[in-house]
């Protein structure tokens, strides 16, 4: 009995310590906030052969030091957390086919809050995509075609290259015009796209295009004739669109599976009316570098060392007093992929605010190294103040930093004893005085 009691324990103690291993190795493989580029990547697909037919856009992640797990929509072993912990920091969803994923293991609340906790997500889709892949981009503030039939065709910007006049094959050079997005290099040759069309949601505020189709393209079924004017026509047209949501989380968005592929990266193009022909389109340029900034090897913004205090001091008050003079300062660094450089821009502003903003100042910068700073006078209003910075730039991970201080009035000791500006009511009294003074005199000793 004693024997079998001491098996039992030690099961215990084995469960528990795999337990608490586990548990260490999720940890270790979270997002460290201070190294944005170190990640895991989970990367689902409709078919095992995408492995290899895009392999050059998977390598590309794997160049940067990118850990993709590869697995198959239909894998009932897929996860994206243990014991509470998730255990990527990415997910690229390249199955638009797939109804459900893992049979029903991950579903539409798990993706979105995949990316409600901060993780980013490339989707792609195509003419195939199902209400899954649809419903995901619809949460995102963004809209496919509800045509299943439909794709993007366009007459005067396809490519004229090995497509024997197929006028769905796209041939787009209207980027975004981001360098934090898409580097400062510029694409000189057009990315090829064969997909289907989206729009963004009016109601979003957080996604935009960096991929827009030119004003000659409509989304329709090719292969029969166009009846009724199509719904989505122009540069309404998205067919690469980003959302970065309040939480800094990034998706990706594409219409198309195919503009990743090995076939586009490597194939010729030249786009119709244009005389110049490239070797190579501009997809593996564009994608290498949009995916950068998805996972935030750019435009990732921090803050640190929030500073304020009296002018000519150094200690941080807890309280200010109306019409101090104070200096407020912060340190603000930018990822660059490989270490944080100081951050260079002159659109911070800092407002001192109370139910609205009593004072709104631009920060001066030191460009070398990534100081902010101003100083003002504290307004005479007392009450609970808020130093607030709300910083959001196209492209950038936006800042929100607000601390906290009262304000108080002056003491009644603190008051200056005679105010010049109230000279003329001391004048006024003191003649008052001096005058019934004189009547007084008068009055009782003259007859």
Known sequence: MGSKTKTLTMAKLSLCYFTIFSLLLSLSTAFDPEKPSDRRLLVILDDASLNSSHSIFFNSLKSRGYILEFKLADDRKIALQRYGHYLYDGLILFSPSAESIGDGSLKLKDVLDFVDSGHDLILAANVNASDFIRNIASECGVDFEDDTSAVVIDHTSYSVTETDGDHSLIASD???????????EKIEAPVLFRGIAHSINAASSLAFKVLSASPAAYSADPNSMVSKPPVLIGTSISLVSVVQARNNARVLISGSLDMFSNRFFRSRVQKAGSSIKYEKSGNEQFLTELSKWMFHERGHLKAVNVR????????????????????YSVEMYEWSGTSWEPYVADDVQLQFYMMSPYVLKTLSNDKKQGLFHTSFKVPDVYGVFQFKIEYQRLGYTSLSLTKQIPVRPYKHNEYERFIPVAFPYYGASFSTMAGFFVFSILFLYHK
Do not use: A, C
């Open 174 to 184: 209207s980027f975004v015009k981001s360098d934090v997005i898409l580097g400062r």
């Open 308 to 327: 304020h205090h009296k002018l000519g001091e150094t200690n941080e008050p807890s309280i200010y007093r109306i019409n101090d003079e104070l200096e």
